[in-house]
């Protein structure tokens, strides 16, 4: 069982940035994968970014590339988002997924196993 608790949003202008934070409780197995998936008011949830635990290798969804960056602290057992030269359509619920026993990165929502309880930003223009 593995809890997960996000941090650091808030509402900020366009063009700033926010770092957010998921701590996860228990160990992160070395074969998880850690994901940030976003859910803006009445649309679907969709991928945002994901980190391999063991290797930290990376992946993210075309429309932050280049702006978000996924970090992992193993010592910490959590995982930070940093985004950066945010836009409106940005503002979303962020929320913080695990997938503990992975056999490869991956973008899809129905592989992750475990989600945090979300944390709201807002980006204003």
């Known amino acids: 069982q593995v809890q997960l608790v996000e941090s650091g949003g808030g509402l900020v202008q366009a063009g700033g940035s926010l770092r957010l934070s998921c701590a996860a409780s228990?160990?992160?197995?070395?074969?998880?994968?850690m994901g940030w998936f976003r859910q803006a008011p009445g649309k679907e949830r969709e991928f945002v970014a994901a980190?391999?635990?063991?290797?930290?290798?990376?992946l993210y969804a075309d429309s932050v590339k280049g702006r978000f960056t996924m970090s992992r602290d193993n010592a910490k057992n959590t995982v930070y988002l940093q985004m950066n030269s945010l836009k409106p359509e940005d503002t979303a619920v962020y929320l913080c997924?695990?997938?503990?026993?992975?056999?490869?990165?991956?973008?899809?929502?129905?592989?992750?196993?475990?989600w945090g309880q979300g944390t709201q930003v807002t980006v204003s223009s």
């Open positions: 228990g160990r992160t197995p070395s074969s998880a994968n």
């Open positions: 980190i391999r635990w063991s290797s930290g290798r990376t």
């Open positions: 997924a695990a997938e503990l026993r992975a056999f490869g990165i991956t973008a899809a929502e129905t592989r992750y196993t475990y």
